[in-house]
């Protein structure tokens, strides 16, 4: 299971898969938005919808819950005990992901199945290495910079979050209180979907990682015809897009990538997203697409513009795709570092572009020497992870 962006669901797609190809079966439990629905229809896989549509969350068009932050997590724990519950019944293990999955452990003991907890970047399990994202309604100290006291108080805040509704469903069921919530939720060895060389766990550190690498849902699509023409009509363009980022000031974000790109003699290929980005004119060097296949698109440009997200940076380095990250929040900031320190590509510095400064970073991602690396970074990038994960999980079963 996993809720939360497209980058949540589609590598549960690819394991999905792994875990067909190898004669079991899998049931997977996401958020009901159509995209998510239609991506886990062809993997042959069972799905169950739960918890609200993240797109309409994440755009604002679900009302605001009384109870703010707090209820919306109770609700997800709630969905946890009741939909999750149900959906594992009669299967041999779980496997849960995305935000914060905090009942699903106690499912798992209700049921007498073995639980895996995986993260897809690593800057989201406790380390001394990285600094942990502030949690809603609870920032961290600003000055305080020593990361065992700051995942320490990260603790405490999923404590305050999560702690309430956890122990009440897990008293209704007979289960002892639990302590440390995301410890807990983690476990002492959570799994790490993140490619080795993009991402690897850093050692010395407490948890002991297994890191599988990056599960990969490798799609089939072909492009659009009419993006086809485009791309055949000229030089290779730059991709800009956002992903699942809702870009407050879309248009005066698309507008600032459009400048920017044609500053440097450079055609346009903006992608909608969920911010709904588009075109700033009817000029016949920008091209917008919706939902495409990345896998395929991302060969056939100069350079890929986003967001950071841990899919669309997996993606564009199997691409071989230079990159200018232009990160938002959460592990963002970390695959921007990551691009820039293997050559790949720029890290933006901080999350709203202006015309100068995503200029200066295509200088950067544009140049033959960042795209001789970019390509020399695709050739190390396994692409077995899904696999590695799917025979661990046959195997935990037995």
Not at 201 to 223: F, K, M, N, S, Y
Not at 376 to 392: C, E, K, Q, R, Y
Request: aromatic fraction near 6%.
């Amino acid at each position: 299971m996993s809720y939360g962006s497209r980058g949540d669901i589609e590598p549960l797609a690819g394991l999905a898969v792994a875990l067909r190809e190898l004669g079991a079966e899998a049931r997977v439990c996401a958020p009901p938005d159509p995209e998510f629905a239609e991506l886990l229809a062809g993997t042959g896989a069972e799905t169950v919808p739960f918890g609200w549509p993240v797109r309409a969350l994440v755009r604002g068009e679900v009302p605001h819950a009384p109870g703010g932050v707090p209820q919306r997590a109770a609700e997800l724990v709630a969905e946890h005990f009741s939909t999750i519950a149900r959906a594992a019944e009669g299967c041999d293990v779980l496997l849960a992901t995305g935000a914060m999955p905090t009942g699903c452990r106690s499912v798992a003991e209700m049921l007498g199945i073995p639980y895996v907890y995986a993260a897809f970047q690593p800057v989201t399990l406790p380390s001394p290495h990285y600094t942990p994202a502030s949690r809603p309604g609870h920032p961290l100290p600003p000055g305080e910079t020593d990361n065992r006291v700051l995942w320490e108080l990260d603790a405490a805040s999923v404590n305050a979050l999560y702690g309430p509704p956890l122990n009440s469903h897990r008293a209704t069921h007979g289960l002892p209180p639990v302590d440390r919530v995301r410890d807990h939720v983690f476990t002492d060895r959570p799994w790490l979907a993140a490619d080795p060389v993009l991402s690897p766990w850093e050692l010395p550190a407490d948890l002991q990682v297994v890191q599988t690498g990056a599960w990969i849902h490798h799609d089939e699509r072909p492009l659009p015809p009419e993006l086809v023409d485009f791309l055949d009509s000229g030089t290779p363009p730059v991709y800009v897009g956002f992903g699942s980022m809702p870009m407050l000031n879309a248009q005066d974000i698309a507008r600032v990538a459009v400048e920017a790109v044609r500053s440097q003699g450079r055609r346009v290929l903006l992608a909608r997203g969920w911010a709904d980005l588009d075109l700033i004119d009817g000029g016949d060097d920008c091209f917008v697409v919706g939902e495409v296949n990345q896998q395929e698109l991302f060969g056939r440009v100069a350079a890929v513009v986003h967001h950071g997200g841990a899919g669309t940076t997996t993606t564009a380095t199997r691409a071989g795709a230079p990159q200018v990250i232009v990160p938002q929040f959460v592990d963002q900031p970390y695959f921007a570092a990551r691009v820039a320190q293997l050559g790949a590509g720029a890290a933006h510095d901080g999350p709203t572009p202006t015309v100068d400064s995503l200029t200066t970073a295509l200088r950067t991602a544009l140049t033959p020497e960042t795209s001789a690396r970019a390509k020399a970074v695709a050739a190390l990038i396994p692409t077995d992870g899904a696999t590695v994960a799917a025979n661990m999980l046959i195997a935990a079963c037995r």
